[in-house]
T-cell receptor
Framework: NAGVTQTPKFQVLKTGQSMTLQCAQD?????MSWYRQDPGMGLRLIHY???????DQGEVPNGYNVSRSTTEDFPLRLLSAAPSQTSVYFC??????????FGPGTRLTVT | AQSVTQLDSQVPVFEEAPVELRCNYS??????LFWYVQYPNQGLQLLLK??????LVESINGFEAEFNKSQTSFHLRKPSVHISDTAEYFC????????????FGGGTRVLVKP
């Protein structure tokens, strides 16, 4: 199993540009989520999904969209990038009451 | 709503010395508790977890944490650290009844010095 994979590893955007961060898992996990990591703030939940076709907002959803058309994939879209979205983004998945498995992260810089 | 507080943002420690990382949480319901470790430029890996049963949980690399319900704490300890334990450690909590969303503390950066 590859586990949770994320692409790209690094990305630089200009303010106002849009892009999609990709996340995929091959463990048949129902639950997937996106977090952003900022210094001193731990990880904060952006959006999550409990299964294909079902998504919901987390703690910091503004400026981000998600969709879940398949069990495996959970892309995160930045609609119009802002410098405040400069962060490291992590995707995670889990099943049942087990722990969440995290991807390697995408480091995004918005100039 | 639940919250997690990690009282120390940085902990310098000498090799082979003990270390304790403090974690306190607040929640009005039963919780599951986790410690994750993040090595430099990597994602998060589960270190250990408390779901139920014995309040003392251990990891395979010598860390342990004790769930204290009365003090709402889940402190992480290791009796003798190695250089390779240099990393950032995150405490996290989720509701036991609806255990999907994780709430993280701000992280504690451990720097092990030779």
């Amino acid at each position: 199993n590859a586990g949770v994979t994320q692409t790209p590893k690094f990305q630089v955007l200009k303010t106002g540009q849009s892009m999609t961060l990709q996340c995929a898992q091959d463990m048949n996990h129902e639950y997937m989520s996106w977090y952003r990591q900022d210094p001193g703030m731990g990880l904060r939940l952006i959006h999550y999904s409990v299964g294909a076709g079902i998504t919901d907002q987390g703690e910091v959803p503004n400026g981000y969209n998600v969709s879940r058309s398949t069990t495996e994939d959970f892309p995160l879209r930045l609609l119009s990038a802002a410098p405040s979205q400069t962060s490291v983004y992590f995707c995670a998945s889990k099943t049942g009451h087990h722990e969440q498995y995290f991807g390697p992260g995408t480091r995004l810089t918005v100039t | 709503a639940q919250s997690v507080t990690q009282l120390d943002s940085q902990v310098p420690v000498f090799e082979e010395a003990p270390v304790e990382l403090r974690c306190n949480y607040s929640s009005s319901v039963s919780v599951y508790l986790f410690w994750y470790v993040q090595y430099p430029n990597q994602g998060l890996q589960l270190l250990l977890k408390y779901l139920s049963g014995s309040t003392l949980v251990e990891s395979i690399n010598g860390f342990e944490a004790e769930f204290n319900k009365s003090q709402t704490s889940f402190h992480l300890r290791k009796p003798s650290v190695h250089i390779s334990d240099t990393a950032e450690y995150f405490c996290a909590v989720s509701e036991a009844a609806a255990g999907n969303k994780l709430t993280f503390g701000g992280g504690t950066r451990v720097l092990v010095k030779p």
